[in-house]
């Protein structure tokens, strides 16, 4: 029941229409009994500022921000959390004194679905395909999590280097590795964690993938692709046929979406809840 009481939270972006995040967060507010409600905000291109100080001003409790202000919205905030400034991306605000503070729980959304899932990332050998802004955050979070090296393959080289530079002085050290994506079989021997964060595979291309090559695949023992439409990609599928075990980004989709609900309510979200949303949210995509 909407009454005298209820809070709001809510997503800026635009556009916003296709986004799963009401489901996530109208859920968890019936599940654990609060008294809030989850809508989508399109915001206008030049309006961001307007929309954040605006929310501010009508008690909004938290937002979350998604394409394309993520980086624009850290100029709106009163302060920014650590990971979050150093990526330069902010997908959750929360309502502290005087304005928002500004959280990237993409990242530790991410890492806790690799959490649940089992995976590590200290100490692992990773390759990470990609050097968007996606694998950019993902770069980041192998740094801070101390992952022992990662190789980035970029269809691009000089994107590859920014990034690799960038998160090699972040963290004083030389982890990561920037190579070409045409240069897969330079990597070493050994088997790695892979992280497939470029955009290739995504819905509606579906039977695209950046290396089709077998002898790739058996170099993979874990595969996270970030996509999760289809359910199944491509690149998870040849993980697979080479031994491997594959997930998709759906679960990292989930836990930013909780961790953005335990911020703002100061809560924790049990497992067991996490599972439930997780087969509600297969659903909404029409997966049994
Ligand atoms: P996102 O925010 O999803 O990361 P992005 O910043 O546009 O999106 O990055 C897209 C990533 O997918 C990049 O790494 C891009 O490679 P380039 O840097 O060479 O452009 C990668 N990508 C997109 N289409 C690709 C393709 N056909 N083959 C290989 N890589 C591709």
Redesign the pocket.
Known sequence: MIDGRTRLCGLIGNPVEHTMSPVIHNTLAARCGHNLVYVPFPVESGKLEEAVKGAYALNVLGMNVTVPYKSEVIDCLVETDELAAQIGAVNTLVRTQGGYKGYNTDMSGLHRAMKSEGIRIEGEEIILL???????AVAYLCGAQKAERVYLL???AD?AERVAAEVNRAYGREMVVPML?SDYRKLPDGKFLAIQ????GLSPHDE?V?IEDSAFYRKIHTGFDLIYKPFTTRFMRLVREAGGEACNGLKMLLYQGIIAYELWNQVEIAEEEAGFLYEKMKREMGIS
Do not use: E, F, Y
């Open positions: 990609g050097a968007g802004g996606a694998a950019r970029n269809r691009t994107k994506l964060g470029t955009s290739v695209d950046v």
